[in-house]
């Protein structure tokens, strides 16, 4: 059961890259964006990076596709995250694709892996986040993109070990975008 | 917003509980004289395995604040793993003055060794687990418990003082109270918990360190940090260490508060957040080695 909730996740989130990455870009008016590619500094203070590549399916939609990595745990510990994740937004003004106001539905998952110096491997546990994002997206200069926004949802945290129970809680996100736009 | 978020999850077919719930009771009373300062809340596993590991919640809140419903989600989770899990009120400042706040916090440990075969507890197994300013109470309990000046006269512990607990868990608090008052923004704040300043009471300082009281012997401990590590949380690591007692120290990058479980802003398993993954498989691996679990974690279920 375990795995298959974890395989129906990450199925959704491969489903959504795979609309991002193989879709064309929606069909372009005269300076239309054709894509964003954008970080998250925030996680630079968690010892991780965070990259999502962006395009217009619609002239009111968009996907993205997410990808992370974290190396957090300090002291007498060492551990990694991977995370891969996607978007679905839906711009709030009329024409105006991939700037202004949006709602957002975010899914991801995240595997993390925590070593002891002294023992060793440790355990693992895989978080699944399902999330409705509220956001906007300020556009400098025709190309540097600033984007807040703030999430609802839930995360779920299996413990790979199976000796935790699986336990699932709301959650709230703040965040902070930078990117390009081309 | 509770409400809104409970929703939200139900919505979403990924989370599709199914579980076995704890059996919970609430409000139980440890020590009647205070009455709601002296409660708390009991999560069970639901099976008849019979005695089981346990863990013995001690909430944060600066000494001033907070309630033992903090941890009802650690709790339920704890206990449908395999852990009888006891989460405590205690007496509050003003009420709360030191030693009063960690008298309650051993006569609640005293009362689940009292009533281990009622709640199917192993009296051997009990490991003391808080964060903020429980987590300094836990760390007194560890170290102190067996101090005379700190025993309780509730009816359960009789004035006598009480055997130390299995092992700690120490979240974000500090563990020397002098370093804490002379680096603290608000050292009226700090005062509260003493009843005077530094200066006034230095004995009382030292007796509520848990620094001061490291031993050979002391139960395993581990020490969760914040991003920022405050309250010589990593000389209590030395000095545990030094001792020869087993101890881990975890800090995690870009946390805020560690294990604190009101706000969670996690931003794509990349920000900073309280409650981390990292956190909670050190405390999977710390109860392993040092209480072992009760049974195999079922699958799925919510908080």
Redesign the interface.
Same mark, same amino acid.
């Given at each position: 059961?375990?795995s298959l909730?974890s395989m &129906?996740?990450l199925v959704?989130c491969l489903a959504i890259a795979a609309v991002v990455l193989g879709s064309p870009a929606a069909r372009a008016e005269p300076d239309a964006p054709t894509d964003v590619i954008a970080t998250?500094p925030?996680?630079l203070?968690?010892?991780?990076? =965070?990259v999502s590549y962006e395009r217009p399916l619609t002239d009111r939609l968009s996907a993205a596709a997410?990808g992370?990595?974290?190396a957090?745990?300090?002291?007498?510990?060492g551990?990694t995250?991977g &995370?891969a #994740?996607a978007e679905l937004h839906v711009w709030l003004r009329r024409s105006s694709v991939l700037r202004g106001p949006y709602l957002g539905l975010h899914v =991801?998952a995240?595997y993390?892996r925590?070593t002891?110096d002294v023992?060793g491997y440790? #355990?693992?546990?895989t978080?699944? &986040?399902?999330r409705?994002d509220i956001g906007w997206r300020f556009v400098v200069h025709r190309h540097l993109t600033i984007t807040p926004s703030l999430g609802?949802?839930?995360?779920?945290?299996i413990?790979m070990?199976?000796?935790?129970?699986?336990?699932?809680?709301?959650?709230?996100?703040?965040?902070l975008e930078v990117g390009w736009m081309r | 917003m509770q409400v809104l978020v409970h929703r939200l999850c139900l919505m979403i077919p990924v989370f599709a509980l199914g579980c076995v719930a704890p059996i919970e009771h609430h409000d139980v009373p440890y020590d009647p004289r205070f009455g709601d300062a002296n409660k708390m809340d009991l999560y069970l596993p639901a099976d008849d395995a019979g005695a089981h590991p346990t863990v013995l919640f001690i909430h944060g809140g600066s000494w001033s604040g907070g309630d033992k419903t903090h941890f009802v989600n650690a709790g339920r989770r704890l206990a449908r793993s395999g852990f009888v899990v006891a989460s405590v009120n205690y007496r509050l400042v003003p009420d709360g003055v030191f030693p009063n706040n960690i008298e309650d916090c051993l006569c609640s440990l005293a009362y689940l060794r009292a009533h281990a075969v009622e709640y199917g507890i192993d009296p051997g197994r009990i490991v003391v687990m808080g964060y903020s300013a429980g987590a300094h109470l836990a760390s007194l309990v560890g170290l102190a418990s067996e101090r005379s000046e700190l025993a309780s006269d509730c009816e359960v512990a009789g004035g006598q003082p009480v055997a130390p607990p299995a092992a700690v868990i120490s979240a974000s608090g500090p563990q020397d109270m002098r370093t804490f008052w002379r680096d603290a923004g608000d050292k009226a704040g700090v005062e509260k918990i003493f009843g005077g300043s530094l200066d006034e009471l230095p004995d009382a300082y030292d007796l509520g360190s848990p620094r001061f009281h490291v031993r050979p012997g002391a139960p395993p401990f581990l020490l969760l940090a914040d991003a920022i590590d405050f309250g010589g949380i990593e000389d209590m690591r030395s000095a545990l260490a030094d001792a020869g007692n087993d101890v881990r120290r975890l800090q995690v990058a870009g946390s805020l508060h560690i294990l604190e479980q009101h706000d969670d802003p996690g931003i794509y398993e990349a920000g900073m957040a309280s409650e981390t993954p990292e956190a909670w498989i050190a405390i999977e691996d710390f109860l392993v080695r040092t209480v072992g679990m009760a049974v195999t974690a079922p699958d799925g279920g919510g908080s």
């Open positions: 059961m375990r909730r &129906t996740s959704k998250q925030l996680a203070v968690a010892r991780g990076v =965070s997410l992370g990595f974290r957090a745990a300090l002291g007498d510990y551990s995250t &995370t #994740g =991801s995240g993390t925590l002891d023992m440790a #355990g693992a546990s978080g699944l &986040t399902q409705i609802l949802g839930c995360r779920e945290d413990d070990r199976g000796q935790l129970a699986t336990t699932t809680r709301g959650m709230a996100a703040i965040g | -």
